[in-house]
């Protein structure tokens, strides 16, 4: 992995790596990513196999049948980090270096804020 320079966190005046520098910026509210794409499968295969159920999911269902299946599309098999921004899923880092990179790093009230998953078996909060 190619050395990256450490950038400075502003609340805390410690260096850190850009990973978690962006992580930072996300949980405190600076940067606000796009919602996670999700594969063009999952809408097709959710009318399939619920567009007639009665009654019909709810929204928030909804959403999180698209959040897993996306999860499980774009990260199945890795372990991944996450947070919620405005609504929806954030992924702050994925693959076990960074995700030991960004555990190891935040601060416990950012670290209060994430959850630590592995799409394809169950997650743990921290």
């Known amino acids: 992995m190619p050395a990256t320079l450490p950038v400075t966190d502003a609340t805390t005046a410690r260096p850190v790596s850009p990973l978690v ?8 509210g600076k940067l606000v990513p796009p919602p996670m794409p999700v594969p063009d499968f999952v809408e097709p295969e959710i ?14 269902a909804l959403r999180e049948i698209r959040e897993e299946w996306s999860l499980q599309h774009l990260h199945g098999g890795d372990v991944i980090v996450t947070t919620r921004v405005n609504g929806y899923v954030v992924i702050l880092a994925a693959g076990e270096d960074q995700v030991g990179e960004v555990m190891q790093e935040l601060p416990y009230p950012e670290k209060s ?6 799409p394809l078996g169950g997650h743990t909060a921290y």
Do not use: C, F, N, S
Not at 113 to 118: D, F, G, I, Q, Y
């Open 21 to 28: 520098a962006r992580a930072l910026d996300i949980l405190r």
């Open 47 to 60: 009318q399939r196999l619920l567009g007639d159920k009665v009654p019909p999911p709810t929204e928030r």
């Open 113 to 118: 804020r994430v959850k630590m998953e592995h």
